[in-house]
Structures are given as C-alpha cells and as structure tokens.
C-alpha cells in the first residue's frame, strides 16, 4: 500500500508540473468550471422561485447535492477518467496496457490512476463552496454524525464511480470497438438530481443497477438529515462488492488480453 501511495503521489507530481507549464489552460479550465456551476445554480435558483420544495427537496438541500456532486465529479475527472476514458482506444488499440503490464506494479493500479488532471481539481474547490453555501443556508446545521457519515458514503461512492469506470473499461477486452463512455458520461449527468424526482423504474435503476444515487444524493441526506444506519451499511457494502467486482474483470480481461489489437 505505502509503494502504492509513493507511486501515486509521484505520478501526480509530474501531472501538476506538466500542468502548470500551460497556464493558459488554467484560465479556460477556470472560467469553464464557473460557467458550468453557475448555469447549474442558475437553473436550481429559477425553480425555486415557483416552488419551496421539488422531489421533497429543499434549496438548501439542492445546494448540498449540487456541491457533493461537483467534489466527486471533479475527484472523478482528476483521477480516473485521464486513465480510464476512452479505455478501448487508449489501452487496447494503441498498447499502452502493454507498457503498464510490464512495470513491476499492478497492472490495474496503473491502467486506472497513475496519470491524473489536476486542474479538474477546480471543479472541487468550487463544489466544496457551493456545499458550504448549502449547509450555511439550511435550517438545521448537520452534527458530527452527519458529517462522519456523508465522509464515509463520499469515499464509498468514489469506490463505486471507479469499479464502474473499470468494468466498462473491461468490456473492451471482449469487444474492443465497443465505446460507452459517451453513454457513461451522459448516464452521470443524473446524479446531480435526488432520485426522487425520477419515476420509480428510473429511481431503482439509479439506485441498484447504475448507482449514481450513492454519489451524491445519498451521502447529502446523510449530511442534512442524519446518519442513516441501513444506508451507511449499504454504501458500503456496495462499494466493496463492486470494487471486488472490477478487480475479478480485470484478471478476466487480462486472461483473455494476448497485446495490442488483440
């Protein structure tokens, strides 16, 4: 774990160094993160001027799901989609699996975040003020539980977001040509409403076949509303099954894998 972490650290070392060599990529990631947050708030703040709660929501619940929303999603396109999108292109066709099966470190870890984008990281200082603004506007304050328990269900949905992110990129092993992640990233866009503003097939789909309900609804109403025992134990049992599930596609997968093109 301590070789893991090293290797972690230095590859993001040398991501931040070949970042800040194009400052001007900062001002545009800088200015696009504002502009999407804000149309995003924008929209939230115009429904509520019709209506005090959607879905059972609150503004200041919205807020907190927006701000949890945008933490995991900024975490996610830091650290795992530079590894895992386009997987098929990336990894498959042009070889750069074969280069990470031959370093003495696990495969996985490396195909899946070794490289990183630290200027996506923009996208977490800005959730973590619009979280703030929600909990500073909500009339009761979360306590000490709330938070412990929406640290835990956050950590627990970074797991699921990347066992998904690595069992689709392990569908590529069979079917090469296959390219989902335009579907995966619109499909992802949902998890920045409750689920309770979907029809009940949608809200099931959202909650046990594609959880996109664990990365962010969940952990804000454990924040605002207190911890629930039931969905605390859920969280993570889902992210333990479903990092267990990438690790046994991956060696599947790899079985399977003879090199490039294969």
């Not at 972690?8 to 160094?17: C, H, T």
Request: glycine residues 8%; aromatic residues 12%; hydrophobic residues 55%.
């Amino acid at each position: 774990m301590v070789k893991l972490l090293q290797l972690f650290g230095a590859g993001f070392s040398m991501s931040v160094r070949r970042s800040v060599a194009f400052r001007t990529n900062l001002l545009f990631d800088v200015v696009l993160a504002f502009t999407g947050l804000g149309t995003t708030i924008a929209a939230v703040a115009i429904v509520f001027t019709r209506t005090d709660t959607v879905g059972g929501w609150s503004k200041a619940e919205f807020l907190v799901l927006i701000g949890t929303y945008e933490l995991i999603t900024g975490l996610r396109s830091a650290f795992i989609d530079p590894n895992l999108s386009w997987f098929p292109d990336n990894g498959i066709r042009n070889g750069k699996l074969d280069a990470y099966l031959l370093q003495p470190a696990p495969s996985l870890f490396l195909a899946s975040l070794s490289l990183s984008a630290p200027l996506a990281l923009i996208q977490c200082v800005l959730g973590a003020g619009v979280l703030s603004w929600g909990i500073g506007t909500a009339p009761d304050k979360p306590d000490l539980y709330g938070v412990l328990s929406w640290l835990l269900l956050v950590i627990a949905g970074l797991v699921v977001t990347w066992a998904l992110s690595v069992l689709l990129a392990c569908l590529a092993f069979w079917a090469p040509k296959l390219q989902l992640d335009v579907f995966y990233h619109s499909a992802w866009q949902l998890g920045r409403y409750p689920t309770d503003v979907f029809a009940r097939p949608i809200r099931f789909a959202l909650t046990y076949v594609f959880p996109l309900a664990l990365i962010a609804a969940v952990p804000s109403s454990a924040l605002l509303n207190g911890p629930n025992a039931g969905q605390l134990a859920a969280g993570l049992l889902a992210a333990a099954v479903a990092a267990g599930l990438a690790a046994l596609a991956w060696r599947a997968g790899l079985r399977r894998y003879t090199g490039a093109t294969s």
